[in-house]
Nanobody
Framework: QVQLEESGGGLVQPGGSLRLSCAAS????????MRWYRQTPGRQRDLVAD???????NYADSVKGRFTISRNNAKNTVYLQMNSLKPEDTAVYYC????????????WGQGTQVTVSS
């Protein structure tokens, strides 16, 4: 059984920063790409950033230059450093990962709320 557990969400003022973490646990052989998505009520879940096992990254245009995705393979953890936050960044943020157990499957975390408001 594999679980992804997110942490680090909360309330922050515009211009502030937050760091999200997502730790994978369970019978893990290997982890491939890891991703962060976000979703607001009534809208689809959108990709924010992803990182391959080798460290290559990709970002949505709306967060380029403000957000940084990174990972610690020894800890099976992915991070999302969010700077210069804007009210439009308010959403539930979800962690997603491709995990081998030994078959490759896609897993989701439970989500963490990020609210940017004064």
């Amino acid at each position: 059984q594999v679980q992804l557990e997110e942490s680090g969400g909360g309330l922050v003022q515009p211009g502030g920063s937050l760091r999200l973490s997502c730790a994978a646990s369970g019978s893990i052989f290997s982890i491939g790409a890891m991703r962060w998505y976000r979703q607001t009520p009534g809208r689809q879940r959108d990709l924010v950033a992803d990182i391959t096992s080798g460290g290559s990254t990709n970002y949505a245009d709306s967060v380029k230059g403000r957000f940084t995705i990174s990972r610690n393979n020894a800890k099976n953890t992915v991070y999302l450093q969010m700077n210069s936050l804007k009210p439009e960044d308010t959403a539930v943020y979800y962690c997603n990962a491709e995990i081998k157990t030994p078959a490759w499957s896609n897993y989701w975390g439970q989500g963490t709320q990020v609210t940017v408001s004064s």
